[in-house]
């Protein structure tokens, strides 16, 4: 459209925002209002009608997509003038680059993103995965809102004078925390007179360990912050605060004559999202003129995570002197029906106070079209709502609506993994926006398995085994019985993958085709050893060569061979910007791809977009897009709105503007300021996820479905409070009939029909299996392999094979699949599969990694696989190992001062397998256990003490800390496990301690378990059950359950199934993520 056209068809609201171009401006533009139109057409407007200098306009937004389409569309309506149109981080780049030398830095200065910081911080700095990640975001958003190192380490002197006060010399603080968790930890054992003693005591100890805790965990992030900043300018780098911070410190230190005399008119488009700094820097680009327009939706600042201002429409009127005719309200939409505008307006209307309705907008259909009803649906499960909305989207693909115009929008990219499944399963194209993990592609894990092993032949580590794994089953490459064999032979002989292939191939016992497979494999990897002297990205160019993933997804054009062959290339570049930042070392590289992974910080995986395709998306996500139809789904409590889930930024909230009302407050008592702060903190975050959710509902243009499931998992789930907001009430539970709501239809759907998950027989692993082979011959066999299989699986399928002799006209008669169909159907339900070993055994570990995931209970326990965590030689397990062996010793010698404690604690150290534990964190632990059973000790009866039980019909084992006799008794024991971490759950608790008493009473029948007790080293007391009756019963939880053993014989049913016909990967990549073993799973 021409300048004219767009002047012609504005509103009238619209025209008085394009016109208004003298002095600031604000306008409020709701979603739908057309408000890149509107500033496109002002600024053409400002240069064809009012004769001003493109070149003094400037227009900032905050993605590379937003200035780039804005851009495009003044160029258009211009005729090719240009305007500068940027992010504000290029524009801020722009201002240091062109006066490097008065911002201290160089011109050529490289810019960091948040992932380069955190692995700067573990590689350089060496900090901890958690902290680095952090550190990062509370560094980030630290400069976002203006706090400097200053600030903070002001803040840390004024936590440490409240230290003073309670202990004066600074140099003891370390020690008295230590102290006062010892007595914390110990306080129970006391009588009651010495208890009500130390009452405030007490209080004190607790006191001073809270603010201790608070002070080393800002201390230890401020002394970080300082090292990062010496590390990034010998770098000569910037992170994108600096650029804010740095372009704002130049502009206050030099003055803004040269921007201003540049600049005449700024634009600021989503102005909700921007932070302090770019607000500070607004206000100064201004000049005393303040020809300022900036466009705002209020119900939209969902960014306040990355440190979005919210409060700066309100500073933006008071900073800026704008009246009521400086402001314009865009009420008009574009987009969406009424009655979705008017459901949306009874949420978001919660988010405004008595004084605050000004800012707060009725949009209006600019057709004034009514539309249909807000759909609001329970279904009775979340499988049920996935399969609800798969069906809602059929219906709206036969009233001829596109899928490209139907969107499912989520909180979490979990929350939609179900729902893109039941769409995949019924074959729908979908377009997934930045869910799939680039590390996590299969592809890409088989090229990374072979950089792993070729390190491997020259640092080994257990990680080296696990890549030998994949390359070995890559395409099913080694059948499962040669995989048992070697699993067993490395758990039996404690050699490496790599040390049994090359040094005890003889001794392996595999099948001819297995020992084909490793010597093809060896060839290969001895062949790609020479290149170990290039560089990482050309060692990545032979590893495609020679493994023939350069080839293999090359034959057949399809969607997702090009995606493949993509990731392969991204692989390829992300080592040349390895090598561009990081340097040349094969193994850095891997430890840098490692810290990526466990970060999550991985890239997404390419996806070749198909046109015709459901979106499936998360609301941030979906932010300034549009669709015919919406499903917001998983509208429940603690589903959505989300409180949970990722870590506050350190930065104290004495320095965030937010909180200083509330701190002013003079409040009664400690627990009644954190009261206040955690209400406080609650609301904002309220706030922000009800904003969230009216960017959701505001997508829609004409349909609008609001789902939940009545169950997530086992637990019923309440409506989501949004819902409440407009006007849900209980209708759980009354007749759907009876809702009658403006705008709103209620549907109960309470239809079970979603596939149900049944156990496979015989006949069914057998069809499984002849699938995969059907798809692996497709490349790697014949012709007649290939369509041999396919009439196999088929006839297994239908249970013949005669209905194809009218297909195939020719080598029938090598081809026919009845024999084998035969064979197969014949044996169905006779459990012929590969059969569990004899001598198999059970353990709780075993059962609850089996219930986490099948496959990786495979991989654990059958075939005893190392992982990433085995190669890690500190940290809180060996920390736990270390407390165990100390006091197995001196229970064992029934140890009778403190002193021998650390005899032993010494005598461990000098051992190579604990020479690296650090006793410091040890100590507290030990100290509680002392003062908690200095007497008791002597009443050992036992130590370590393994057991085997029969359970059902399956052997489980176990291994008992410690067994103790009861004073007074000659036949009742106490059962004690030590735990230095947190306390199991009730369901870990019954499991473990119930086999505990069955597999003692067991082995010593004469003995009967009276108290099963948890020793929680960590915590105030222990955990102790007591025999009452059949059950046992501790004081404020619930008894242990005894149906958790029949659980464990069911589990180990089910272990036994699947060794016959196959362990499954679970499809949840929540779990697969923090798996040690994901790089096994294709």
Known sequence: MTLNELLTTSTKRQLDAIQHTRGPLLILAGAGTGKTTTITTKIAYMVKEQGIDPGQILALTFSREAAGHMKAKVEQLLGGLEVHVSTFHSFCAEVIRENADKCGVSPEFSILEDVDTSIMLHMKLGINIRDATLYTSSISKAKDLNITIE?????????????????????????????????????????????????????????????????????????????????????????????????????????????????????????????????????????????????ADPNQTIYAFRGAYTNNIQEFIRNFDVGSDDIVSLDVSFRSTNKILRVSHDLIRHN???????????????????????????????????????????????????????????????????????????????????????LKRPETKTALAYLYVLDNLVNPRARGTESWWRLFHYNHALDTGDSIIIGEYLKKHRVSFQDAIYNHFSELGLSPSGQQVVKQMKRRIDGLK?????????????????????????????????EAMLNLRNLHEMALKFETSHGRELGDFIAYLEILDEMGKNPPAARIMEEDAVNLMTIHSSKGLEFNTVFVTNMAKDRFPLFRGGVEPLIPIELIDLYRDLLKQDFSSRSKRLSAIRELKREIKLEEERRLCYVAMTRAREHLYLTLGIR?????????????????????????????????????????SS???????????????????????????????????????????????????????????????AGHAKEILDRDGSNEG??????????????????????????????????????????????????????????????????QLDEITLTLTKEDKWKWVDTAKAKPLLDVFWQRNKYSIQNNMMVERRFTVLLGDHQFKGFIDRVDLIPGSDNEVEII??????????????????????????????????????????????????????????????????GALSDMIDAADNIVHDYRCGFDRIDDDSVCKRCGYNLYCG
């Open 151 to 295: 600030n903070m380490e002001d803040f840390l002197q004024g936590r440490k004078q409240l230290l003073r006060e309670m202990e004066p010399d600074e140099g003891k603080w370390e020690q008295l925390y230590h102290d006062n968790t010892t007595r914390l930890n110990t306080f129970h054992l006391l009588d009651d007179a010495k208890k009500k003693a130390l009452k405030e005591e007490k209080k004190g100890w607790i006191h001073f360990n809270e603010e201790y805790t608070e002070y080393a965990r800002y201390r230890d992030m401020v002394q970080t912050w300082k090292r990062y900043e010496t590390a990034k300018k010998k770098r000569n780098a910037l992170d994108y605060g600096d650029l804010n911070k740095k372009a704002l410190e130049f502009l206050h230190t030099y003055g803004t004559h040269g921007a201003t005399d540049r600049y005449k008119y700024i634009i600021i488009d989503e102005f909700q999202d921007t932070n302090y700094v770019q607000f500070e820097l607004i206000r100064l680009l201004a000049g005393k003129e303040k020809n300022v327009t900036v466009v």
């Open 352 to 438: 405004y106070g008595p004084d605050q309705t000004d800012l707060l907008i009725q949009l209006h259909n600019n057709d004034e079209v009514e539309g249909g009803d807000v759909h609001i649906v329970e279904t009775a499960d979340e499988n049920e709502e996935a399969r609800y909305i798969v069906e809602q989207i059929e219906t709206c693909l036969e009233h001829g609506v596109d899928r490209s115009d139907i969107a499912v929008l989520y909180r979490t990219h979990t929350q939609g993994r179900r729902i893109r499944q039941a769409l995949e399963r019924r074959g729908h194209a979908v377009r997934v926006k930045d869910d799939t993990d680039f």
């Open 530 to 562: 020479d290149k170990l002297v290039l560089d990482v990205s050309d060692i990545l160019i032979e590893i495609l060569d020679a493994s023939g993933l350069s080839r293999q997804f090359t034959f057949d054009d399809t969607r997702e061979n090009r």
């Open 712 to 752: 997530y998992g086992a637990r019923e789930r309440h409506p989501s409070e949004f819902l409440v907001d407009i006007r849900y009430d209980n209708w759980r539970a009354v007749d759907k009939d009876e809702v009658d709501v403006p705008d709103i239809t209620y549907l109960r759907d309470s239809e079970v």
């Open 755 to 817: 596939r149900e998950v049944i156990r496979d027989s015989e006949l069914e692993c057998i069809k499984t299996h002849r699938k995969k082979l059907v798809i692996e011959s497709l490349d790697l066999g014949s012709f007649e392999e290939n369509l041999g299989h396919l009439l196999a699986y088929h006839a297994l399928r239908d249970g013949n094979g005669e209905d194809y002799l009218d297909i195939i006209n020719s080598k029938w008669d090598e081809l026919d699949p």
């Open 834 to 899: 590969i059969p569990p070993p004899s001598d198999i055994t059970f353990s709780v570990s075993a059962v609850n990694t089996y219930s986490e995931c099948p496959k990786k209970y495979e991989l654990q326990h059958i075939l005893g696989m190392p992982t990433r965590d085995m190669e890690k030689s500190d940290g809180a397990m060996n920390i736990g190992s270390f407390v165990h062996k100390v006091l197995e010793k001196a229970v064992r010698q029934k140890v009778s001062t403190r002193k």
């Open 977 to 1042: 496990d030590y735990k230095t971490g947190n306390e199991p759950g009730p369901v870990e608790r019954s499991k473990q301690l119930l086999l505990y008493a069955h597999g003692f009473e067991h082995m010593y029948p004469e003995y009967r378990v009276q108290k099963l007790t948890l020793e929680l080293l960590a915590k105030e007391k222990p955990r102790v059950y007591e025999l009452d009756g059949e059950e046992y019963i501790s004081s404020r939880v619930k008894p242990l359950d005894n």
